[in-house]
């Protein structure tokens, strides 16, 4: 089948010619959820709690079999039923077992690998998809070399809902020029205007993160409720810039003994969303596998204060943010001799 783009998606839609298969992959998650939306939407309101399913792959109903008996199934009332196939990226791009990726799975595993997934059920119903069902698949990346995969991609209609790409590659400067006519697009749509280089300020604030784009963009609108026009200053004001955050930067400011960089590390890790319990993990990590070899004489009390910590987490013995600041400024005291190279920092 060829690949739609979202215009072409949506056309497809208003005409009534709903395909039976979808495939929606990429990681521009806010769009995905706007597609799957105008899909849903073509269902009657009133029936929707009866031809409108969600199942999330490889969990408690989601098994190939399960998949395909649910779009089996005849609809109650209308004239169409929609089964949405969350988190595809399961059957599409499973991880590798071992490799440590995450469930988008940058190591893929093989069709034929002991365990995987049997994904015949959705293979054979792909040949003779039923009738009064639109089956859509949404993965946040698909492997193209696998067996389901290439199934999908001859007999579904796709739809990449892709990010921000890498700008700095070989026709970066075209692409940049798309993204930033893009954004004045949708906010002309929205009965304002930006001029180009404001535009390029907001894209350049993203970071190449197309969730942060479309949320600066949502938050601009609003605050700009009753103008005429997004201005540099708007932009300067609602918009903050992109952050890189280092993940190993906290354990190398306690190795500098350097508090202050760990403190403000340590906001940036809170300000993300990160959880206290992981980066206490971290901090652990740090002391019995780093400390310990460089300056076994502070493991002791550095183990004190980790349980301390996190008996205080576990138990609310105070605001989070604050008991691990404590922890990091603790730590920190001095800083600790460097260990051999290839070792020690990240």
């Known amino acids: 089948m060829p690949a739609l783009d979202t215009d072409g998606f949506r056309r497809q839609l208003q005409s009534g010619k709903v395909a039976r298969v979808y495939l929606l992959y990429g990681d521009d998650v806010r769009l995905v959820e706007q597609l799957i939306d105008a899909l849903e939407a073509t269902v009657d309101e009133a029936d929707r709690p009866f031809a409108v399913e969600r199942i999330y792959a490889g969990e408690s109903g989601g098994s190939p079999v399960d998949i395909v008996a649910s779009a089996s199934v005849l609809p109650m009332l209308g004239d169409r039923r929609i089964v949405t196939v969350l988190r595809a990226e399961r059957f599409l791009k499973p991880a590798r077992k071992g490799a440590g990726s995450d469930d988008t799975g940058e190591a893929s595993e093989p069709d034929d690998a002991p365990g995987a997934v049997d994904t015949s059920a959705i293979e054979a119903y792909l040949d003779d998809p039923a009738p009064l069902s639109v089956l859509v698949f949404v993965a946040s990346g698909i492997d193209r070399t696998r067996r389901l995969t290439k199934r999908l991609l001859d ?192």
Not at 259 to 288: K, N, Y
Not at 337 to 342: A, E
């Open 155 to 346: 007999r579904a209609h796709t739809v990449e809902c892709a990010g921000v790409p890498d700008l700095t590659q070989k026709g970066g400067d075209d692409v940049r020029r798309q993204i930033v006519a893009k954004i004045q697009r949708d906010v002309q749509m929205a009965g304002r205007a930006i001029d180009a280089v404001t535009a390029q300020l907001l894209l350049d604030r993203a970071g190449g993160e197309i969730s942060k784009l479309r949320d600066d963009v949502d938050r601009l609108l609003l605050y700009t409720d009753g103008q005429a026009k997004i201005t540099r200053a708007d932009v300067e004001e609602v918009v903050s810039a992109h952050t890189q955050i280092n993940e190993w930067a906290v354990v190398n400011a306690l190795g500098d003994g350097d508090s202050a960089a760990a403190l403000r590390e340590v906001a940036l890790r809170f300000d993300r969303g990160d959880s206290p319990h992981a980066l206490v993990g971290q901090i652990r990590w740090w002391v019995t596998q780093q400390l310990a070899r460089t300056a076994p004489a502070r493991v002791k009390p550095a183990i004190e204060a980790l349980l301390r910590t996190d008996l205080a987490l576990k138990s609310s013995g105070g605001e989070d943010r604050v008991l691990v600041e404590r922890l990091v400024v603790e730590l920190a005291g001095r800083p600790a001799p460097r260990p051999p190279f290839g070792t020690g920092r990240r």
